[in-house]
């Protein structure tokens, strides 16, 4: 099977390696990554989407490298200048990714979509692929603790710094959100689909919230593909093992398929671990912990020529 068109679902800085891996190997163009925006939150009077930048940034190639997230070399004067007016921020700020939330918040404020002003800004980092916000309403991911109660995303996971111990997570608004015609149509033009290895239930169930959009996944023609966040009993990055726990659910890569159940046709796990056994998907083990720039094209390409030729 010839694959010419990719659909990404993607959140944070695990899935923004694969799709940067999968923009190497792939035409310009035959890339759609539609990202999360769960996490996305209005901050001293800006809007900021840190998964959409997060991916915007890493396929524009001016991500930083240490982190995974925000702008190489940036520099954060502007939050050293809030100190000096008492204020004690919280979440980082770089000054050069403060640029992209006042233009962002300055279009919002105009009128204008997040589909639109993501196409714009992407477009002047000369990225190549496209990347679509999972929809133009605001959803907001909460997250029930113990310790605190619900807590807005970003209170929870860099506030807190993702320690509380969670009981449940909700999505606000998602019940007046919508799959955007751009969404919609990445969909139908799609060979494969494929789900990235972020946070199951952090950065994929929000997309899966928005209305409509579980339905194009179930109604898909073309083959859909998981990969596990979940490598020999840990996360690779952040609270997904954590959470996993807090929830009830095994740490394991077969409850990341069992989550996926229905959605997907393939799932791809380490090969490290016990091939996971479920009904009516096909697995492979493959090294899928992504080190450096090579090993992400590397996985990239063993993804698609796997899909390509069982399907």
């Not at 019940?175 to 015609?181: D, G, I, K």
Request: net charge negative; charged share 20%; glycine share 10%.
């Amino acid at each position: 099977m010839a694959i010419a068109r990719v659909l990404l679902l993607v959140g944070g800085v695990g899935g923004a390696k694969l799709a940067h891996g999968l923009a190497q190997i792939l035409p310009p163009g035959a890339l759609t990554a539609v990202v999360n925006t769960g996490d996305d939150f209005w901050h001293y009077g800006l809007r900021v989407c840190p998964d959409m930048d997060t991916v915007m940034y890493t396929l524009g190639g001016i991500v930083d490298p240490i982190n995974g997230w925000g702008v190489r070399d940036d520099t954060t004067h502007t939050l050293d200048a809030l100190r000096r007016y008492g204020e004690q921020p919280w979440f980082r700020l770089g000054d050069q990714d403060i640029a992209t939330h006042l233009l962002r918040t300055q279009a919002i404020r105009r009128g204008e979509s997040l589909t639109s002003i993501t196409r714009r800004l992407s477009g002047a980092l000369s990225i190549q692929q496209t990347i679509l916000p999972m929809t133009d309403a605001e959803v907001a991911t909460i997250v029930d603790t113990e310790e605190y109660g619900e807590l807005a995303f970003q209170e929870y996971f860099v506030r807190h710094r993702w320690q509380p111990r969670v009981k449940a997570i909700r999505f606000a608004g998602a019940e007046s959100a919508f799959v955007t015609a751009a969404v919609a149509d990445a969909f139908k033009a799609a060979d494969v689909i494929v789900i990235a290895p972020s946070n199951p239930w952090l950065s994929i169930a929000p997309i899966l919230s928005v209305p409509g959009m579980r339905d194009l996944l179930l109604d898909r023609r073309v083959p859909s593909a998981a990969l596990t966040p979940i490598i020999r009993g840990a996360a690779v990055k952040g609270p997904t093992a954590k959470i996993m726990g807090e929830l009830g659910y095994e740490i394991t890569p077969l409850a990341v398929a069992q989550f996926y159940h229905g959605l997907i046709d393939c799932f791809i796990y380490d090969s490290g671990d016990p091939p996971p056994q479920i009904s009516d998907v096909r697995t492979v083990g493959m090294d899928a912990l992504m080190r450096s720039e090579p090993d992400r094209v590397r996985l990239a390409g063993e993804i698609l020529d796997w899909i390509g030729a069982i399907l």
